[in-house]
């Protein structure tokens, strides 16, 4: 049987984690990491060869959802089939209608936001609202390392390293339990606050720093958000982990639920998802599908390499 080619796009700690979760697919094979950095790897190549046309079944793209996946993502879905992470909520109905039109253009298939949120908990907010009569459906997120959001203060001039936890407020939790809580008033910044732990660069201008990670739009503006300032050693030694994870509770007339999910490594786990995805996206694409898809829209049969489901 011919082996899905894979190629990766970024080579941050989910560009790793995706390696090595294309590795132990028995129906894949790694043909390339694209990357504007220098650095020593087997499969390394220069992102520019990318616009000449690569062997390629799909390319994931390990990219920021900052500034990298809304250029890249429509850029080489025009060229490749692509699956991004783009995890940015409010602006996900543009990135949509972007990569939708790429996509399109190229005769290719694209999924954005594949992950565990937005993604996998996208689908248990869909199904809770389904099955609840009546429900009201509320996300918690942490207490975890958030990768959009630490590689978004990564991006301000004078940060040299910087981890962002989500963490969710106790008070938001019970009251959302207990039913006393009501959907128009629970607001995501009204139920977390966000800690940010930054290493600065040698004479910059923390205050200047901070300013900017309150006031960043759709990212902290509105949180109650603490920053601390550490050395780079302090930050190896005691954040070197990328747990996360979250709760997303629905509450309806006559009953509840919940899903959980609690992981080690946000972006080990974020690569096993895009890379499960990923099969599927390339199934779908050989039957001539073309345009852009969320995780709502990918039958769960076609994660597996045989076409089965596990019950």
Partial sequence: MEKIKIGILGYGNLGKGVEKAVCKQPDMELTGIYSRRTLVHPLYKSVDVLSEGEDLDLLILCGGSATDLPVQTPQFARLYNVIDSFDHHQQIPQHYAAVDQAAREGGRLALISCGWDP?????????????????????????GISQGHSDAIRRIKGVKDAR???????????????????????????????????????????????????????????????????????????????????TVIGT??????????????????????????????CKMGQKGETGCRTMLEIPVSLLCEEMFMHM
Wanted: proline share 4%.
């Fill in 252 to 281: 309806g007339k006559e009953a509840a639920g919940s899903f959980q999910l609690d992981l080690s490594s946000n972006p080990k786990f974020t690569a096993g998802v895009l890379v499960a995805y990923a099969r599927a996206v």
């Fill in 164 to 246: 962002q936890y989500t963490v969710p407020l106790e008070h938001a939790i019970e009251a959302v339990k207990s039913g006393l809580a009501e959907a128009e008033d629970m607001k995501p910044e009204k139920m977390h606050r966000r800690e940010c732990f930054v290493v600065a660069e040698e004479g910059a201008d923390k205050n200047r720093i901070t300013y900017e990670i309150e006031n960043m739009p759709d990212y902290f503006t509105g949180y109650e958000t603490t920053v601390h300032y550490i050395s780079q050693e302090k930050m190896d030694a005691e954040h070197r982990g990328f747990p996360h994870g979250g």
């Fill in 119 to 143: 993604g996998l908990f996208s689908m248990m907010r869909a199904m809770l609202t389904a099955l609840l009569p009546d429900a009201d459906v509320f996300t918690f997120w942490g207490r």
